[in-house]
């Protein structure tokens, strides 16, 4: 009798740590929501021309490279002041991909030397996005995207740290 019972006690934790476990299993995938932008430096410099890029999404290294060419900025003339350029530039390599928040799912499939200055460029953003032609010309057409990195044309909470099709 004692063991019958030990053994249904065994099977109701098995029914209900189940559900737990597919809930852990969810939160680990790359669909979760990425750590949002806070400081209103960064949003304020960063933010001028286009969405505001989340750090997780590149390496350390990678933001160092990019905010020490801002004077050519993807043909652009993004350069601060020291003391902004010195703010955002911590921001941004504290909470960059190799941080740990995001597991690192950025930066998968990159090797020790590439500093990608483009998300859009990553082997990850690559691999996330070529199912189904996601961002095919006619994709981006139809979203009325005006390139790759136009995040927010397909992802209306892009800014908000979501990515995830509801
Ligand atoms: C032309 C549309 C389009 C553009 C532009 C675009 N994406 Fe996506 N993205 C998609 C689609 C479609 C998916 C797959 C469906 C989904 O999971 O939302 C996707 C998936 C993702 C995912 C994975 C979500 C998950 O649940 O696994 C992330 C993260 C993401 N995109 C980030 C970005 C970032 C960052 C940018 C800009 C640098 C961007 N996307 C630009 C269409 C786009
Ligand atoms: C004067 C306008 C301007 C400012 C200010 C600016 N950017 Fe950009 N940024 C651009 C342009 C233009 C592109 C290229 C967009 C494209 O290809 O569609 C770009 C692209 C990027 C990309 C690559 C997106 C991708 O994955 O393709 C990142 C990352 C980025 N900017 C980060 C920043 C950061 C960080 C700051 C603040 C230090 C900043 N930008 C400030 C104009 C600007």
Redesign the pocket.
Do not use: N, P, T, W
């Given at each position: 009798m004692k063991k019958f019972a030990f053994a249904s006690v065994l099977a109701a934790l098995a029914v209900a740590g189940f559900p737990l476990m597919m809930m852990q299993a969810a939160a680990d995938?790359?669909?979760?929501r990425?750590a949002p932008v806070k400081d209103p430096v960064v949003i304020k410099e960063c933010g001028a021309c286009h969405?505001v890029?989340?750090p997780v999404?590149l390496p350390a290294r990678s933001w160092q490279k990019m905010m020490a060419g801002l004077k050519d900025h993807f043909g652009e003339n993004a350069e601060l002041d020291e003391a902004a350029a010195k703010r955002i530039g911590d921001y941004l390599t504290a909470n960059a991909g190799d941080s740990g928040y995001f597991q690192g799912?950025?930066l998968r499939g990159l090797r020790d030397g590439d500093t990608p200055l483009?998300?859009?460029e990553t082997p990850w953003?690559v691999r996330?996005?070529e199912?189904?032609g996601?961002?095919?010309p006619s994709?981006?057409q139809?979203?009325k995207?005006k390139?790759?990195?136009?995040?927010?044309?397909?992802?209306p909470d892009?800014g908000k740290g979501y990515?995830?099709?509801?």
């Open positions: 995938d790359d669909g979760e990425v969405m890029f989340q999404f799912h950025a483009r998300i859009s953003f996330k996005h199912k189904h996601r961002i095919s994709a981006l139809r979203a995207a390139s790759k990195s136009d995040c927010a044309a397909c992802h892009a990515y995830e099709d509801d």
